[in-house]
């Protein structure tokens, strides 16, 4: 491939557009949308199922089938407690981060619109500095401005309702990424570029490619486990983000060291089927594409797990987007990054071949 961007205008504004949109877990379904508006050109067809999980197809025709994936949703709160002065209380829907929520401006989403509202918190004079509390879970509230129970309940919101950040989409320094909702909007944004060069580019596969934009996965990979008993592919080639550990407060002992701007970070575990993961480093080294390695015990705690665990097992590898400051507002990838996942992605599936099992035993 060219070593020119292969980021254009068109791709960019679908991924600002696709990020800015809000896609809470379970409630996916307009960043689905408008993932399968920007896909439609470069596939044959779409399936959907009944959770909002959308696969784009190319080849649909074909018995042997491999699966790129990334998932949907992102991580966001629930209304679970209106106290009689009018502060919404909430539980948490996927790994919110607790810490990060005092004075964030959040978006409430009602069947009447969103309303806004803020994570309220003591002024830092009215604290017992002797004994300061953090924020948890239990203690963080959110004011929309009322006064009564009533009042909120007179905006559209209850028990139930969803809560959302609305920071958008920016980019520092050229060619840092910053947004909430990176993990794992971009997985779904990498794997729609691979689509399009494959278009572009005339690439015929001897295979069927699903393009898979999986739901649900911040809560236990649900959409993946759906979708693979769906297609019942093959092979799997799952991207999601990974931890930058070189910021301060991580421990790369424990953690590892990956580091943005360094390259795609290929996973070591026992859900990685050992020989597709040699075709992904190996892919890597003939067309000199910088890549990390990562190892994780037991699970990869990605969708990689879902597929690789399904139709009596599915071949099946994770390529990671290094990403600092994970579940917060202010999530941060790089731009060679992001093209070098598109790049291995793509040039991996022009080394599979038709019927490959994969298998340890020939």
Same mark, same amino acid.
């Given at each position: 491939?060219?070593?020119?961007?292969?980021?254009?205008?068109?791709?960019?504004?679908?991924?600002?557009?696709?990020?800015?949109?809000?896609?809470?877990?379970?409630?996916?379904?307009?960043?689905?949308?408008?993932?399968?508006?920007?896909?439609?050109?470069?596939?044959?067809?779409?399936? !959907?199922?009944?959770?909002?999980?959308?696969?784009?197809?190319?080849?649909?025709?074909?018995?042997?089938?491999?699966?790129?994936?990334?998932?949907?949703?992102?991580?966001?709160?629930?209304?679970?407690?209106?106290?009689?002065?009018?502060?919404?209380?909430?539980?948490?829907?996927?790994?919110?981060?607790?810490?990060?929520?005092?004075?964030?401006?959040?978006?409430?989403?009602?069947?009447?619109?969103?309303?806004?509202?803020?994570?309220?918190?003591? $002024?830092?004079?009215?604290?017992?500095?002797?004994?300061?509390?953090?924020?948890?879970?239990?203690?963080?509230?959110?004011?929309?401005?009322?006064?009564?129970?009533?009042?909120? $309940?007179?905006?559209?919101?209850?028990?139930?309702?969803?809560?959302?950040?609305?920071?958008?989409?920016?980019?520092?320094?050229?060619?840092?990424?910053?947004?909430?909702?990176?993990?794992?909007?971009?997985?779904?944004?990498?794997?729609?570029?691979?689509?399009?060069?494959?278009?572009?580019?005339?690439?015929?596969?001897?295979? *069927?490619?699903?393009?898979?934009?999986?739901?649900?996965?911040?809560?236990?990979?649900?959409?993946?486990?759906?979708?693979?008993?769906?297609?019942?592919?093959?092979? $799997?080639?799952?991207?999601?983000?990974?931890?930058?550990?070189? !910021?301060?407060?991580?421990?790369?002992?424990?953690?590892?060291?990956?580091?943005?701007?360094?390259?795609?970070?290929?996973?070591?575990?026992?859900?990685?089927?050992?020989?597709?993961?040699?075709?992904?480093?190996?892919?890597?080294?003939?067309?000199?594409?910088?890549?990390?390695?990562?190892?994780?015990?037991?699970?990869?705690?990605?969708?990689?797990?879902?597929?690789?665990?399904?139709? *009596? *097992?599915?071949?099946? $590898?994770?390529?990671?987007?290094?990403?600092?400051?994970?579940?917060?507002?202010?999530?941060?990838?790089?731009?060679?990054?992001?093209?070098?996942?598109?790049?291995?992605?793509?040039? !991996?599936?022009?080394?599979?071949?038709?019927?490959?099992?994969?298998?340890?035993?020939?």
């Amino acid at each position: 491939m060219s070593k020119k961007s292969i980021l254009n205008k068109k791709s960019m504004a679908f991924l600002e557009a696709y990020l800015n949109n809000a896609a809470p877990t379970g409630y996916e379904w307009d960043g689905q949308k408008i993932w399968m508006d920007y896909l439609k050109p470069y596939v044959d067809t779409f399936i !959907t199922d009944t959770y909002g999980s959308a696969v784009g197809i190319i080849n649909p025709k074909a018995n042997y089938k491999v699966v790129i994936e990334g998932h949907a949703d992102e991580i966001s709160w629930y209304v679970n407690y209106i106290s009689d002065n009018g502060l919404i209380y909430v539980i948490r829907n996927g790994g919110s981060d607790h810490q990060i929520a005092p004075s964030k401006i959040v978006n409430i989403h009602t069947k009447n619109g969103i309303v806004k509202g803020v994570f309220g918190w003591p $002024a830092i004079h009215t604290r017992d500095k002797s004994k300061e509390e953090a924020p948890k879970p239990e203690n963080i509230f959110i004011d929309c401005g009322c006064k009564t129970a009533d009042e909120v $309940a007179k905006l559209g919101i209850h028990v139930g309702c969803v809560i959302t950040y609305p920071d958008e989409f920016h980019i520092l320094n050229n060619d840092s990424f910053v947004c909430r909702a990176l993990d794992n909007r971009m997985g779904g944004f990498m794997i729609a570029e691979v689509a399009r060069l494959l278009h572009e580019n005339k690439k015929t596969l001897p295979f *069927g490619l699903y393009i898979t934009n999986s739901v649900q996965e911040e809560i236990g990979l649900r959409g993946a486990e759906m979708i693979t008993n769906t297609i019942k592919p093959n092979v $799997a080639i799952v991207t999601d983000v990974t931890h930058d550990t070189t !910021t301060p407060m991580i421990e790369q002992k424990v953690q590892g060291k990956v580091e943005n701007g360094k390259g795609p970070v290929i996973a070591y575990a026992p859900a990685v089927q050992q020989k597709l993961r040699d075709l992904i480093t190996e892919t890597a080294e003939n067309h000199n594409i910088p890549f990390q390695r990562s190892a994780l015990s037991r699970a990869t705690g990605t969708d990689t797990d879902a597929f690789a665990y399904s139709n *009596g *097992g599915v071949a099946s $590898a994770l390529i990671s987007l290094p990403l600092r400051y994970m579940h917060t507002t202010v999530e941060m990838v790089h731009r060679d990054d992001v093209e070098n996942v598109i790049k291995l992605i793509y040039e !991996t599936l022009l080394n599979i071949k038709e019927g490959e099992t994969f298998s340890y035993f020939k």
